[in-house]
């Protein structure tokens, strides 16, 4: 055994708003190190436009942002998380402030915010930095971060597997850190940390069009569920339904916000639809617009529909969405004048790594926050700015967790060294590329927002070809980015059409042709999938909520649902 390269009270993996607030939010006298995969800004939550749902003005009340929240989940929300992070949102909020974010002023309210109403949201709860709200979070945090002496910031580092005793047969069964490959020296390093947390974001790059960059692999949920972790929901897949649509313009998301504010949406005749979709219209939750959306394309050949908000005055256009308005007209589009092109796009992994209201996983002092993580939160489908408000919540949560063990668990000293004396460097780059792209393409065409058993049959069969594929050219040759995230991507695919095959049902973000309705006498429990190293003495306390706890035996969801799956 080596001794091991770097050591760290607290691990964190990943830069984004989960992973810079815990930073921010554990004592400057534990040593941090944070892991980002490209720079720290190279993340889903800083191209976040809208913004960070919380109860802050007088009409509103945490009761009714609880209603909506549950109301958009499809049922399948934990009633217990819910209540936790609304009622902790205008601290969280409050703490923001604190840390220099400035968030967008209400000139008619003096002092106060201005908010915004997005869609399934009952009243104005949206706090936001014009249309840049992830932008202004994450260069506040991150300055903030850099200001810290305790605080190691690792950029351009991707994860590749957790240290655990599990699998290096220590003595220890817990997680005792992670190798990580310094992209810059092309050089595997060994991390090691008393906790360590998974803060990587979600998996939309599965998909051939997302709002997310190039980032989101779903490495985290890959590693963990590889490492003996259980994971929940991955069949709930958010498509926003508002991308820009052009050749050029990757993965620009036109925010909700725009909808909430009167903008509205049109088939290329000029016609709006949406009312015969939902009486709710362009204000009904993502799952239903992004569906009627892709309908109508569909029934009409159509390759996008269109958003208006020309009808607003130019002015209020560009003081709330400046970002939005200079964007498009990079793209010759004014949106002062003309509707905006737009598509659905894989936008959120609702589903994720199962932990408790601690942040906990399944492997004792491994923890996951953010995206990757579900708690319960969002059900079937997210309401819309909810997600940042989990990010937050749970980073706080989470800390005050590690703080309170802190001083009981000791840090690791030696632990195995990565060995690559049986691989080469490949000479075979162009497969992980072809791969990569087949991946995404059969992904969109059959797990897409309308799915059909045959479809997921099919996407099934090229999944299990590709894992043996990917795996033997893993065992063989020298760890690359793109081979690692080829390899996540190919895991979170299969926990995701898996998923899909025991929802035997249509509910929020899953709808399928062949069961096309809801069904609460089997399914109103969440899509739970144990891999084959999973171990229950592992657990650190209730992975699931009381109100969602259920018996994972087999024919839990339907009598054809076996719960153990193999990894």
Aim: hydrophobic share 35%.
């Amino acid at each position: 055994m080596n001794i091991s390269d770097r050591h760290f009270d607290v691990l964190i993996v990943g830069s984004g708003a989960s992973g810079l607030s815990l930073a921010l939010r554990l004592p400057s006298t534990m040593s941090i190190g944070l892991i980002a995969k490209g720079s720290l800004k190279e993340g889903n939550s800083y191209y976040a436009q809208g913004g960070i749902s919380a109860v802050m003005a007088a009409e509103d009340s945490v009761d009714s942002h609880i209603e909506d929240t549950l109301n958009a989940g499809a049922g399948l929300c934990s009633e217990s998380t819910v209540r936790l992070v609304v009622e902790n949102g205008p601290a969280s909020i409050q703490w923001l402030m604190d840390e220099g974010v400035a968030f967008t002023r209400d000139q008619s309210e003096g002092d106060g915010y201005h908010l915004t109403r997005e869609g399934g949201h009952s009243h104005r709860r949206v706090v936001h930095a014009a249309d840049a709200t992830g932008r202004e979070l994450v260069t506040t945090l991150e300055q903030k971060a850099r200001e810290r002496e305790n605080i190691h910031l690792f950029e351009c580092h991707n994860v590749i597997d957790l240290i655990t005793g599990a699998r290096t047969g220590l003595e220890d069964d817990r997680c005792l850190g992670a190798y990580i490959l310094n992209r810059e020296t092309d050089q595997v390093e060994t991390f090691v940390a008393r906790s360590t947390v998974l803060a990587t974001g979600g998996a939309s790059k599965v998909y051939l069009y997302t709002s997310n960059p190039d980032v989101a692999t779903g490495d985290g949920i890959a590693i963990a569920w590889r490492s003996g972790c259980r994971v929940a929901n991955m069949e709930f897949i958010q498509f926003h339904p508002t991308c820009l649509f052009h050749p050029h313009a990757k993965s620009f998301l036109i925010s909700e916000a725009l909808r909430g504010e009167g903008g509205r949406l049109l088939l290329p005749d000029g016609s709006r639809f949406m009312e015969r979709f939902d009486p709710r219209g362009e204000l009904a939750p993502r799952d239903v617009v992004a569906r009627a959306i892709d309908h109508e394309m569909k029934r009409l050949g159509a390759d996008c529909l269109y958003l208006d908000i020309s009808h607003k005055p130019a002015d209020f256009i560009r003081e709330h969405f400046p970002t939005i308005h200079e964007k498009c007209l990079e793209f010759g589009i004014d949106i002062t004048r003309e509707p905006i092109p737009v598509v659905p796009a894989a936008h959120y992994t609702c589903g994720g790594v199962m932990t408790d209201h601690k942040a906990r996983t399944d492997i004792p002092n491994l923890y996951a926050i953010g995206e990757i993580a579900y708690t319960g939160l969002h059900g079937a489908n997210r309401m819309a700015s909810n997600s940042l408000l989990e990010c937050l919540v749970f980073a706080e949560q989470s800390a005050l967790d590690i703080i309170r063990h802190h001083d009981a668990t000791p840090l690791p000293y030696r632990v195995p060294g990565w060995d690559e004396s049986r691989v080469k460097d490949s000479d075979e780059e162009v497969v992980v590329s072809h791969n990569w792209n087949e991946l995404r393409h059969f992904m969109w065409d059959y797990v897409g927002i309308v799915r059909t058993n045959k479809r997921l049959i099919r996407a099934k069969s090229r999944i299990n070809l590709l894992r043996h594929e990917i795996r033997e050219y893993y065992g063989k040759f020298h760890v690359t980015n793109d081979l690692l995230e080829l390899r996540n991507l190919v895991e979170v695919a299969d926990l995701i059409v898996r998923s899909a095959q025991r929802r035997k049902e249509s509910r929020g973000l899953h709808f399928t042709l062949d069961f096309p309705k809801r069904d609460n006498r089997i399914q109103r429990q969440p899509t739970i999938l144990i891999p084959d190293n999973y171990s229950p003495d592992w657990v650190l306390g209730e992975p699931l909520p009381p109100d969602q706890a259920t018996d994972p035996t087999p024919g839990s969801l339907s009598d054809e649902t076996a719960w153990k799956d193999g990894g």
